[in-house]
């Protein structure tokens, strides 16, 4: 696990890739986000997505859990203090490609419980390396004591 005490400002890693399938991003919208140009082709011909596109949410989604459940980046996370700045930059398609770009900022001074906050950036692109997403997330993250 890597954990607060493994984590210094500057620090980078990139991980990924995934995506959602058209099925997936259909099951989600109908679940979470029913505005028309996530449920058909036909509605969001008419936007400026051109075709079904995700779900924003379904796009943070993804990015957390590219950054919490990441095999190769296992983060002792703990939970999440708050996001900051989201921001959806371009349409996530049904089979794009995603990998996140993280940077370490800031690694708070530990916390009681065994947690230390780490502030950090994450940024979204696809497989035409298009940023699609963006945010800052505080995160709790455990010590190795």
Known sequence: MIAFDDLMP???VVLGPTGASRDEVL???RAYDPQPFHLSDEAASQTY???LSASGWHTGALMLDLLINNPDWPLA???CHEIRDLRWRAPVYPD???SARVTVIDCDVPEAQGAGRV???LLLSN???ATVAQMTAVLAVARRI
């Open 27 to 29: 099951a989600f919208a």
């Open 127 to 129: 497989q035409d390396d």
């Open 10 to 12: 500057g620090q980078v």
């Open 119 to 121: 502030t950090l950036d």
């Open 77 to 79: 996370c703990r939970g």
């Open 49 to 51: 997505f051109g075709r």
């Open 96 to 98: 794009d490609r995603l």
